[in-house]
Every structure is written in C-alpha cells, then in structure tokens.
T-cell receptor
C-alpha cells in the first residue's frame, strides 16, 4: 500500500541557508501535518492543512512557512536556518480532520544544520 | 494543553520476556494511537485505539478512556522490538496529535 512520501530523506545545510521539505500524502488523503523531533525528544506539532487551508498551528517559528498544493502535497519552507533547527521532520496524512481518523507518518527528513 | 505521560521511561528486557507500557493523559481524548519508532527513526503505526482492546500478533493494547490511560502489551519480545514507543492523543476539536514522553525499550539476547 502507498505510504506518505517525504523528500529528501537527508539534508545538510549551513546556518542562515534555506531548506524546503516536501511531503506527498497517501492517495485520497486531504489532510497533512508537520512535526519536528529534536534529538531524544518526542515529536512536536508544527502545522496542519486540510483541503489546502491551514487547519491548526503549533510551535512553528516565524522563519518557517508551509502550504498545501492543489494535488494535496505539502512543502515546509525553512529560512535563516539555525543550529537548533537540526531535527527529524515528519509529515503525516489522514483522510479528513475529524477526531476519529488515523494519521499515518512518513519516514521523515533528517535535517542537519552546520 | 493536554499532558501525556508514559512509563517507564526506559526498559531493558531479555529476549522472550513480556512487558507492559503505560500512557496516562490528563484530559478526555477522542483519538489515541500507539507508535513504534525504530532505530532508524521511522514512526510505525501500531494501534489506533481510542477505547477498548485490540490485538495484533504479539502486541495488544487497551485504552480505558474514562480513567484516562492506555496500556501496550508486548509478549515474547524480540530484538527487533527495540526502539521508542510513543502514544499520541487528540483532544477536543484539535486536529493535531499530541505525543507522549515515550518509553525507550531495549531487548537484549
């Protein structure tokens, strides 16, 4: 079965550079979530989209922005990268926003800022 | 916001042993999922279990929503069970999952 696809899997950037992470949800899924997981920590919610509109916002820095496109894929844009942005970034997708839906996670993008 | 605490934080088992992982949450939830994060970082869905009991092979889970906890049982553990186990919940009208603090499991030969 098709899963959530994230690209790239690994990314190395220098401080103050920009990065773009991409997420392709499971076919027919209309909701996308982004999470950030620092070393030894639990995943922290950043932002979510439903039907191309932002549906919820967490602790996402102002340097980050995201959007969901007409084909439901999503991109997380990160500017002025800092060392503390080094983390594993997960995208998840679900069918709808309702409380009873199961979220499926991608394999993650490991971002290293040097 | 909701607090999600897991216990124990760390667990070392010998292969073949059984274990119970616990997830306590501070508010009523309408969605609860268990995940296994393997050593490569991948989050693998184990159960979607807002209430009741489910079993999948050597794993089973029980959620008692009225008492605000969920349990994950691992029987006859194998080295491939090693990793971090997270529970994650949704509450109220929020669409996001809030993750617990995790249990790091190491299964040794």
């Amino acid at each position: 079965a098709a899963g959530v696809i994230q690209s790239p899997r690994h990314l190395i950037k220098e401080k103050r550079e920009t990065a773009t992470l991409k997420c392709y949800p499971i076919p027919r899924h209309d909701t996308v979530y982004w999470y950030q997981q620092g070393p030894g920590q639990d995943p922290q919610f950043l932002i979510s989209f439903y039907e191309k509109m932002q549906s919820d916002k967490g602790s996402i820095p102002d340097r980050f922005s995201a959007q969901q496109f007409s084909d439901y894929h999503s991109e997380l844009n990160m500017s002025s990268l800092e060392l503390g942005d080094s983390a594993l970034y997960f995208c998840a997708s679900s069918l709808g926003l309702s409380r009873g839906v199961m979220a499926f996670f991608g394999q993650g993008t490991r971002l290293t800022v040097v | 916001g909701i607090q999600v605490e897991q216990s124990p934080p760390d667990l070392i088992l010998q292969e073949g042993a059984n274990s119970t992982l616990r997830c306590n949450f501070s508010d009523s939830v309408n969605n609860l999922q268990w995940f296994h994060q393997n050593p490569w970082g991948q989050l693998i869905n184990l159960f979607y279990i807002p209430s009741g009991t489910k079993q999948n092979g050597r794993l089973s889970a029980t959620t008692v929503a009225t008492e605000r906890y969920s349990l994950l049982y691992i029987s006859s553990s194998q080295t491939t069970d090693s990793g971090v186990y997270f529970c994650a919940v949704k509450t109220g009208t929020a669409s996001k999952l809030t993750f617990g603090t995790g249990t790091r499991l190491q299964v040794t030969l």
